[in-house]
C-alpha cells in the first residue's frame, strides 16, 4: 500500500510541475463571430506559462493579421478573468486585398515586374496583399544580380482607392554604383588553373556583379575531377573595387587500374591468365591536362598499347587539343597503329564536342600472304566528329559517374596497293545508373560498333570481350564488323564501401567477312569493395552463344583494382 501511495506521488508530482507550466489560457476574440473565426483559423497557441508568453503570442498573431491585409486592425487590453483565463480583442476591420503601385520602368525593368504579377504595363502592377512582402525581396534580389548588392526597395504613398484596395508608389533606394568583379582569388588551391575560371565556370573580371550565378557556377567545381569546392564563394567590398574569394581544395585525381583474369584453355585444359593497366595522370601540371596509359595483354597473344594526352583551353581559349596513339599486336599475324588528333570545345561541365582526324596504318606479319588472304596491308584516313556527356553523383563513394555517353561518326577511305574503298565507322558506349533508393540500384551499359565497306579485312575488325564490355568471354576474343551489346547490373550496397550485383549481358555481333551473325550471353556474379588501396572488384560470369550449353568450363573470373592517387 506505501509503494503504491509513494507511486501516485511521484506521478502527482511530475504532472503537477507540467500543469503549473501550462496553467494560464489565452483567449482572443473578435468584434463578431465572423471576426473570430477568422482569428481562430489562425491557429494561434492558447496555454502558456507566464504572462510574457501571452503577450508575445498576441503580438505575433498581431502581425500575422496584418499580413492578411487586416492593417488598420485594433487590439485592446489583455484582460485577465480569473487566476487562469485571459481575454483580449483584436477589431479586424476593413480587409485589403490587392494593391497598385507604380513604379519607374528606368530602374526596375518590365521584365522583372511581369514575374510577380500578371497585370504589369510600363508604370504600374498590381499583386495581392499577402504577397507584397515575398514581390518586394523578389525585386530586390533581381536588381542585386545587376550589380546592386546593397538596393533597397521600398513603398511609399500608400492610400485607398476603394474597397479593398490600395495604391502606392515604388521607390529603388540604390546607395551605391553598380558593381563589377574586379579581381578573382582563389584560396586554398592557389594554382587551380586560371583557364577554368574563365572558360570552365565563366568567371571573369569586369563582369556585373551577380552572387546568385556565381554560387551557381562556382557548384560546377564538384564535377571536376581535379578539385572541388570546399565552401560557398564570398565577396568583399571596398569603397572602389570588389573582390570575389573562391574556396576550392585539390583532389587526389590519379588513378591506376588493373584486372588480373584467367581461365581454362578449352583445347588445352589448361589454366591461362590475361591481364589489364591503366594509368591516369590528371592535372600534375595544374594545367587541367589528362594523360593515359594503357597496357593489355590476353590469353590470345593479343597486346595492346593506348596513349592518350589532353590538353584543354589551349592559350586561354575555349578550345583544347586531344592526341591518340593506340597499337594492337595479333600473335605473328599483323599490327595496327591508330592515331587520332581532335580538337574539342567543352560547351559546359557536362558536355563536350570535338572534331578530328583518324588514321590507321596496319601491317602483315605473314610471310606469305596465302596464310590468310584476308590480312593486307592498309592505310586508312577518317575524319569524325565526336559528342561526349558526363554526369557525375559526387555523394557517393562507390560510383562518381552517374551517366555517361561517347558517340562518334567518321567517314572517310582505306587505301590498299591497288584500291580505294569508302568506309563509315560509328562508334558507341553509354551508361547509366537508375537509383531505386540509398541502397538499390540498376545499372545498365551499351556499347556498339559498326563498320560500313564493300568489302571488310581481318585486321581492321574490332575486337571486344571481356571485363570491360561482354563478360564471361576472354579478353578481345571477339571481332567483328558490327556488334551492340547490352551489360546490366543489379547492385545492392552492403554498405558505403561494399556492394555485391548480378551481371546479364546480352550481345549481338555480325562478321561479314566470314558471313556470321551470332547472340552471345553473359551470367554472372560480383562485388566491389572500397579499400585503403582503391576500389576491388571480383566478377565471376560464363559466358555462350545461343547454340551451346551452359559448361562451368567456359567460365571467367575477373579481378580488378583502382586506386586512387
Known sequence: MQKTLLLLLIIYIGFSSELNGQSLQLKIIGSNETETSTIDSLTYRKFHKDFLSIEQE?????????????????????????????????????????????????????????????????????IPFQSIEQSLEFINLKLSEKGFPFNEISLFEIRKTGEGQLAAKLASGKTDNQRTVDKIIVKG????????????????????????????????????????????????????????????????????????????????????????????????????????????????????????????????????????LRIFKKDSSFTTANQNLRVFFQMNPKHRFSVGLKSAKSNNLLKDESFDPNIKDYTTNLYNVRYEFLLRQNDSRLFRKKAFIDFE????????????????????????????????????????????????????????????????????????????????????????????????????????????KEKLYGFGIGFGLLTKAGLLRLNYANGKNENQSFKFSNSQIHLSLTAIF
Open 58 to 126: 498576441v503580438s505575433s498573431l498581431k502581425k500575422r493579421v496584418e499580413t492578411l491585409g487586416y492593417i488598420e486592425n485594433d487590439q485592446g487590453p489583455i484582460i485577465r478573468i480569473n487566476d487562469s483565463l485571459f481575454n483580449t480583442t483584436i477589431i479586424l476591420g476593413q480587409q485589403y486585398k490587392s494593391i497598385k503601385i507604380n513604379y519607374d520602368s528606368k530602374l526596375v525593368a518590365r521584365n522583372i515586374i511581369e514575374a510577380v504579377s500578371q497585370t504589369a504595363t510600363d508604370s504600374t502592377f498590381t
Open 189 to 324: 588551391y592557389e594554382k587551380f588553373p586560371k583557364s577554368y575560371l574563365k572558360h570552365y565556370l565563366k568567371l571573369k573580371t569586369g563582369n556585373t556583379l551577380n552572387l546568385t550565378e556565381i554560387k551557381s557556377k562556382t557548384k560546377n567545381l564538384q564535377d571536376l575531377q581535379f578539385a572541388n569546392q570546399i565552401k560557398e564563394p564570398e565577396i568583399l567590398f571596398s569603397k572602389d573595387s570588389t573582390i570575389l574569394y573562391i574556396y576550392v581544395e585539390k583532389n587526389r585525381s590519379n588513378s591506376f587500374d588493373g584486372f588480373l583474369g584467367f581461365g581454362t584453355n578449352e583445347e588445352t585444359g589448361n589454366l591461362e591468365f590475361n591481364g589489364y593497366l591503366n594509368l591516369d595522370l590528371v592535372n600534375n601540371l595544374n594545367f587541367g591536362e589528362t594523360l593515359s596509359l594503357v597496357y593489355k595483354s590476353d590469353e590470345n597473344d593479343q597486346k595492346t598499347f593506348n596513349a592518350r594526352l589532353a590538353l584543354p583551353y589551349l592559350f586561354n581559349t575555349p578550345i583544347g587539343t586531344e592526341f591518340e
Open 409 to 516: 561518326v567518321g567517314f572517310g577511305n582505306r587505301k590498299l596497293p591497288d584500291l580505294k574503298t569508302s568506309q563509315m565507322q560509328f562508334i558507341l558506349d553509354a551508361f547509366n545508373i537508375f537509383n531505386l533508393n540509398n541502397r538499390n540500384s540498376v545499372f545498365l551499359r551499351t556499347q556498339g560498333f559498326s563498320l560500313i565497306s564493300d568489302n571488310y579485312l581481318e585486321n581492321e575488325l574490332v575486337r571486344f570481350g571481356g571485363i570491360n564490355s561482354m563478360r564471361g568471354f576472354e579478353e578481345n576474343s571477339l571481332s567483328a564488323s558490327f556488334y551492340t551489346l547490352l551489360n546490366t547490373e543489379y547492385r545492392y550496397q552492403l554498405s558505403n564501401s561494399v556492394y555485391v550485383h548480378s551481371i546479364i549481358d546480352i550481345a549481338y555481333l555480325e562478321n561479314d567477312l566470314v558471313n556470321q
